[in-house]
């Protein structure tokens, strides 16, 4: 079992930054894909950014120029640095890892979310 812990989450005005933080622990393990998604009110969860093990990123077209994925292998970790932040950008935010243990393979895990809000 593998389990990721979101932080970084919180209010923030329109314009400004937050980073966000995901963190995976368990026994054994190797992670492939790494991601942010999210979830706003009443629409369905979208892709924000994905980063590979390599470090080659994809991100989604609303969000290109302002948030920048990047990981740290040795740590298991995940961060989404927000900048320019935007009302539409409200949203549960997800971290999501492609890893393979002694038992699986390639099996996704998904962190409980840690909510932004960008309101003034």
């Known amino acids: 079992q593998v389990q990721l812990v979101e932080s970084g989450g919180g209010l923030v005005q329109p314009g400004g930054s937050l980073r966000l933080s995901c963190a995976a622990s368990g026994n054994r393990f190797l992670i492939y894909d790494m991601g942010w998604y999210r979830q706003a009110p009443g629409k369905q969860r979208e892709l924000v950014t994905t980063i590979t093990r390599s470090g080659s990123t994809n991100y989604g077209d609303s969000v290109k120029g302002r948030f920048t994925i990047s990981r740290d292998n040795a740590k298991n970790t995940v961060y989404l640095q927000m900048n320019s932040l935007k009302p539409e950008d409200t949203a549960i935010y997800y971290c999501?890892?492609?890893?393979?243990?002694?038992?699986?393979?390639?099996?996704?895990?998904w962190g409980q979310g840690t909510q932004v809000t960008v309101s003034s």
């Open positions: 999501k890892a492609t890893v393979t243990t002694q038992t699986t393979v390639g099996y996704d895990y």
